[in-house]
Each structure stands twice: as C-alpha cells, then as structure tokens.
C-alpha cells in the first residue's frame, strides 16, 4: 500500500521524470484529458552533488544540472501554453540557500540553483501580462532523504584526492545539518502559502536557518561574510 492510500489523501501520483520530455508530455496530457487545466506548477525536484570543482566531471555537472535546472524549463515550457491560455496560473521553483550563498564542495548543486534564481526571476517579468506568477521559495537545511539521495562526485571517491579532508569534511557537516534540519511540513506550508496567496511575494524563505543566513548576508560585506559562514558553518 502506498502512502496516498494509507493515508487516504485526496492526490493522484503521475510518474514524471523531469529529464524525459515524453514522460513529461504525457504526464501533462493525462492531466489534461481529466481535469482540464493546470493551476499549479510546483519545480521542486532535485538533487544534490558532492565534490569540489576539481573532483567533479563535466558529466557529473552536466547530469545535475539536466535534473536541477533543465528539467523546470522543460516542466515549465510545457506548462506555459495551457497556462497562458488560462490566463492564470502560479509556479513555484524550488530553489535554496544554495540559489543565495556559496559554500565549497557543492559548487555544483549550488550553480544550478543560482541559475534557477535567474531563470525566475526573469521569468517573472515575461509572464506578468498573462497573469502567471513565478514565485521562489529558498529553504535552508530541511530533514529530508536529501543527504541519502546526494551523489559523490566519482574522483572524490579516490582516498588520495588533494581535497579528501574538505570534501569529508563538509559531506558529514552537511548531513548532520540535514538531520537536524527544518522539518519538511514547515517547508510544505510555505509553498502553499505561496502557492495559493492573491499577491504572493517574488520569494519565501523557508526555515529559520535560510532567515539567519540571509540577514547576515545583508548585513555584511562579501569578506565579512566569507569569515562568518567560516565560522558558524565550517568550524
Ligand atoms: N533537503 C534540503 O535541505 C533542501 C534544502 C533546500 C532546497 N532543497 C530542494 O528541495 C527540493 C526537494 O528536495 P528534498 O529535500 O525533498 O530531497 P529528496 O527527499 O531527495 O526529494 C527529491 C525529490 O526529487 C525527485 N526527483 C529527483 N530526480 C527527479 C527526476 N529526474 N524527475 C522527477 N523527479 C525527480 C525525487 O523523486 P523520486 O523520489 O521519485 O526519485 C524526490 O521526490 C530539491 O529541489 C532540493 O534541491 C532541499
């Protein structure tokens, strides 16, 4: 039994993989065929890549950014039509912290959701006259499998890479981090908040770390910052 029926939740679960444009268009046809329209787009899908930029492969790079960035334009380009012809419609791109601040050894995930930040933002300006709203919401560290799902970028694996120690280093902070992370409702009821208000903001963080961590961000020059995030997050 899954958990739509055990928990007996008013959803249907369509199979759609982000990084297949066929699984996408079918997904979006069987909608179509039942309901008629879509009012709601969601990109949360993603994941999250471990090694420093010397350690990862283009490859590696390419694959993460193919599920993080390029499967909401495709998500998104396929949903665009029905939801101009609405005249109405709201998408919110699940990006991160990781879309605000860099940290070493995620340099990876971290640019696709700099590129999503970009992407939306921009976005939104082209979508305005059709009533579309674009709306980011930035979680900071949330207690999901996120860390279980999170890959190592393969030269990382080899013990006797010149950034072994960082790369442990920051992968066991990082999930430590997750583990006491925000709990995923608190997250969940951001999106909706987002995604159901009349005027909602251009973006939501989501957790009281992302808070933290973008007041700082605000309050401080680049080389101040740099030394905080040393200090609170690295130590
Ligand atoms: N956890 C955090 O600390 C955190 C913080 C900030 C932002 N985020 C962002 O939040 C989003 C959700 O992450 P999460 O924390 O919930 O991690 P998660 O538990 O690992 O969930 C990732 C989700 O992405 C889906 N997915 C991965 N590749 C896909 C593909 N090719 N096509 C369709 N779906 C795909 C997975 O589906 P399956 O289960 O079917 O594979 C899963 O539902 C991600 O965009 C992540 O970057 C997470």
Redesign the pocket.
């Known amino acids: 039994m899954n958990m739509v029926e055990k928990e007996k939740l008013s959803l249907q679960v369509i199979q759609?993989?982000?990084?297949d444009d066929k699984s996408v268009n079918s997904a979006i046809e069987k909608i179509m065929t039942e309901s008629k329209r879509i009012d709601v787009l969601i990109n949360?899908?993603?994941?999250g890549l471990l090694g420093c930029v010397e350690d990862i492969s283009l490859d590696e790079v390419r694959a993460i950014f193919e599920?993080?960035f390029f499967?909401v334009i495709r998500v998104t380009q396929a949903i665009l039509p029905i939801m101009r012809k609405q005249r109405n419609g709201t998408i919110v791109n699940?990006s991160?912290?990781?879309g605000k601040v860099g940290f070493p050894v995620t340099s990876a995930y971290i640019s696709t959701k700099f590129a999503l930040e970009g992407l939306s933002e921009s976005m939104r300006y082209e979508l305005e006259k059709f009533s579309i709203k674009v709306i980011i919401v930035e979680?900071?560290?949330?207690r999901?499998?996120?860390s279980d799902?999170m890959k190592l970028a393969k030269k990382a694996m080899v013990h006797n890479s010149s950034y072994t120690q960082l790369t442990q280093k920051v992968s066991s902070g990082l999930r430590l981090l997750?583990e006491h992370?925000t709990p995923?409702e608190e997250i969940a009821k951001v999106i909706l908040k987002a995604a159901t208000s009349d005027n909602p903001d251009p973006r939501y963080l989501a957790g009281n770390d992302a808070v933290m961590i973008m007041e700082a961000r605000k309050n401080m020059s680049d080389t101040d910052f740099e030394k905080f995030m040393k200090k609170e997050i690295l130590q």
């Open positions: 759609l993989d982000v990084n949360n899908a993603g994941y599920t993080n499967g699940v991160s912290i990781a979680p900071g560290a949330v999901t499998v996120f799902n997750l992370g995923p």
